[in-house]
């Protein structure tokens, strides 16, 4: 049995941990930047992009479900 703390870290496809934990932080941070844009945008336009969101009991208000999670009343 090798030593936990003295094993090499590197992925199969030679990256170690610490690489894909910055990847994995840059990707989180695009996707908050993301989001961030979309409220600034959504106040700019007097929450216009709020109509997105979805209307209870309404069958045709089924394909606003996924962008209703990212647009909502308010920050």
Excluded: K, Q
Excluded at 3 to 31: F, Q, V
């Amino acid at each position: 049995m090798g030593d936990y703390w003295t094993t090499d870290r590197t992925t199969s496809n030679g990256t170690t941990g610490g690489a894909r934990a910055l990847t994995a932080g840059l990707l989180m941070a695009g996707w908050v930047a993301l989001l961030w844009i979309l409220e600034v945008i959504d106040t700019a336009t007097g929450n216009a992009l709020d109509t997105y969101g979805i209307s209870p009991r309404e069958a045709a208000e089924l394909r606003d479900v996924v962008p209703a999670a990212f647009l909502h009343s308010g920050w």
